[in-house]
């Protein structure tokens, strides 16, 4: 079996877009990086919520998998961002 967890990229975290956040349109870039911060979030607090329950397991590794893919989404998100406005940061 291949080891998924050794493709996903770690990415510097940032401080939550979603703190102090208007919640008004602004730049792609800007929704979409508030997108993930959010469910991202959701994902942490389901995980939490599960955690006292004993049937849980199945539940938590879903979210630890849903959030681990959501982090590489976003390095790849901006990757690309960058190779379209010209740079190759990561290449």
Partial sequence: MANLLGRVL?????????????????????????RVALLGELFEELARKERDRPDSL????????????????????????SETRGGNDHG
Avoid: H, W
């Fill in 10 to 34: 770690n990415f510097p975290k940032r401080p939550s877009p979603i703190l102090g956040t208007n919640f008004q349109p602004r730049n792609a870039q800007a929704d979409a990086e508030l």
């Fill in 58 to 81: 199945r539940v938590r590794m879903a979210c630890f998998t849903a959030k681990e893919l959501l982090d590489e989404l976003t390095v790849l998100y901006r990757r690309a961002l």
